[in-house]
């Protein structure tokens, strides 16, 4: 149950898209289509911002959006705003029934 | 609106005992499979176990395995978490959360904080 590999911090001005990448295995990310990305604001809790791999939820902005491509997915934040300063995760179902998160990846917006 | 309310958290010493409780509300809790999830201070998140809507089928972190168990009273839209063991390592708030398919947590509580402390 190895953590899903994730860069440690992403910077982006205002205006400008960034991706986030999360590298895991065939046995987590690259065997299912149930990858999700959770953004956290510090003392929040975590939000659901895109599911199974691509998916977004009513009510979060269609700047978001999500892919997979073998065994990494990513996530894409375009027009940047200064709200989207974050922490952000990925998740994803693995063989064994279990859930497994990203290290996480802090969002600086310049 | 979905409320996850999580109670139960506080100070206990390494080798002790702590239950903690999700109260759930404004949604048919049995419909849905649960999940805790912990932050340790300053770091990621990390999955600790979830259970079925009926409370059949259980999976755990191996970081928890034997130590933890999860219930759930579905007459009490209630979720819960049996912590026996506790390390320092333990040490974390502890969220639980709604799980709509496979691996979608739409809806978490505002957390417990448990610190594992001589």
């Known amino acids: 149950q190895s953590a899903l590999t994730q860069p440690a911090s992403v910077s982006g001005s205002p205006g400008q898209s960034i991706t986030i990448s999360c590298t895991g295995t065939?046995?987590?990310?690259?065997?299912?289509?149930?990858v999700s990305w959770y953004q956290q604001h510090p003392g929040k809790a975590p939000k659901l911002m895109i599911y199974?791999?691509?998916n977004r939820p009513s009510g979060v902005s269609n700047r978001f959006s999500g892919s997979k491509s073998g065994n990494t997915a990513s996530l894409t934040i375009s027009g940047l705003q200064t709200e989207d300063e974050a922490d952000y995760y990925c998740?994803?179902?693995?063989?064994?029934?279990?859930?497994?998160f990203g290290g996480g990846t802090k969002l600086t917006v310049l | 609106q979905v409320q996850l309310v999580e109670s139960g958290g506080g100070v206990v010493q390494p080798g002790r005992s702590l239950r903690l409780s999700c109260a759930a509300s404004?949604?048919?809790?049995?419909?849905?499979?649960m999940h805790w999830v912990r932050q340790a201070p300053g770091k990621g998140l990390e999955w600790v176990a979830i259970?079925?809507?009926?409370?059949?089928?259980?999976y755990y972190a191996d970081s928890v395995k034997g130590r933890f168990t999860i219930s759930r009273d579905n007459s009490k839209s209630s979720l819960y978490l049996q912590m026996s063991s506790l390390r320092p390592e333990d040490t974390a708030v502890y969220y639980c959360?709604?799980?709509?398919?496979?691996?979608?947590?739409?809806?978490w509580g505002q957390g417990t904080l448990v610190t594992v402390s001589s």
């Open positions: 199974d791999v691509s």
């Open positions: 959360a709604r799980d709509i398919g496979s691996n979608t947590f739409d809806y």
């Open positions: 065939s046995s987590d990310v690259g065997g299912y289509n149930y």
């Open positions: 404004t949604f048919t809790f049995s419909n849905y499979p």
């Open positions: 998740s994803s179902y693995t063989r064994s029934s279990t859930r497994v």
């Open positions: 259970i079925s809507n009926d409370g059949s089928t259980k």
